[in-house]
Nanobody, 130 residues
Framework: EVQLVESGGGLVQPGGSLRLVCAGS????????MSWVRQVPGKGLEWVSS????????YYLGSVKGRFTISRDNAKNTLWLQMNSLKTEDTAVYYC???????????????????????WGQGTQVTVSS
């Protein structure tokens, strides 16, 4: 059974940091590009970042570039998203998903459909508030 389990979310003040973790199992993690996608209640799924299967290439939504860093360790089947200088507009449920950057990744915004990625985790809530 394929599983993606996210953790590391929480409440943080603007300007703070969080590190999200995604643990994968049930599939060959090292064969998969991986992504982080977020969702604000009432809005669509917004792609945030992707990393290639061996970590050699990474991709970021324009609004998070320079603040977020995606990384992975294939030996541990683990994906991370280090989020620094958090803003209130980063508040969302964050999901890890199996798949690479969508066609819209170069745009200033990038909304995706659930079907564009293979597997999804259950999500972890990130709330940025003073």
């Amino acid at each position: 059974e394929v599983q993606l389990v996210e953790s590391g979310g929480g409440l943080v003040q603007p300007g703070g940091s969080l590190r999200l973790v995604c643990a994968g199992s049930g599939f060959i993690f090292s064969n998969s590009d991986m992504s982080w996608v977020r969702q604000v209640p009432g809005k669509g799924l917004e792609w945030v970042s992707s990393i290639s299967r061996w970590g050699g290439s990474s991709y970021y939504l324009g609004s998070v570039k320079g603040r977020f860093t995606i990384s992975r360790d294939n030996a541990k089947n683990t994906l991370w998203l280090q989020m620094n200088s958090l803003k209130t507009e980063d508040t969302a449920v964050y999901y890890c998903a199996n798949g690479g950057p969508p066609p819209c990744w170069r745009g200033s915004y990038c909304y995706v459909d659930q079907g564009q990625f293979g597997y999804w985790g259950q999500g972890t809530q990130v709330t940025v508030s003073s």
